[in-house]
């Protein structure tokens, strides 16, 4: 059994994990709205979100599910004929169909997340940072830097 000063922080662990995936949430789908309005920069940084997400098997989950609502509702609002989007070799892609035969790579995250990329290190997660803190310096988009932040706040909470 756990103390109550135990509990409060737990509690206080999860609202902070509850804002962050609200935030997260939003920035995926303000920065997804930019990429379907053709802004090249936005598939960059989603796929910064997501390969930084896939180094932490439960994250990547998290992002997953996050990608999977947000763009299978975008589509359905712009009358889009799209499955729900995922990152695969680099590139946003459609994802597969559940029970679909393809290359081998899951549906949900393709070929290059695996075993070997959950293994994630200190040492990973503090240049995961340093390039990310680096992209937020340069970039001028209100809504591209929101999304950097978030994946930053999330790796240095991991920290």
Not at 11 to 33: M, P, Q
Not at 98 to 108: E, F, N, V, W
Not at 145 to 150: D, E, G, Q, T, Y
């Amino acid at each position: 059994m756990i103390t109550i000063k135990d509990a409060k922080f737990l509690a206080n662990e999860l609202i902070l994990g509850t804002d962050i995936k609200s935030r997260a949430t939003d920035t995926v789908r303000a920065t997804y709205a930019a990429f379907v309005s053709g802004d090249e920069k936005a598939e960059k940084v989603l796929v910064t979100l997501w390969e930084i997400c896939a180094t932490d098997k439960p994250t990547l989950a998290v992002i997953r599910a996050i990608f999977n609502r947000v763009t299978k509702k975008m589509h359905k609002e712009l009358g889009i004929e799209k499955r729900a989007m995922v990152v695969k070799e680099g590139k946003l892609a459609e994802s597969q169909e559940r029970g679909a035969k393809g290359d081998g790579a899951s549906g949900d995250g393709g070929a290059e997340n695996t075993g070997k990329e959950f293994a994630t290190t200190k040492k990973r997660d503090e240049n995961a940072i340093r390039v990310l803190s680096a992209l937020l310096s340069a970039e001028q988009d209100v809504e591209i830097r929101n999304a950097l932040s978030v994946a930053i706040d999330a790796l240095a909470y991991k920290l």
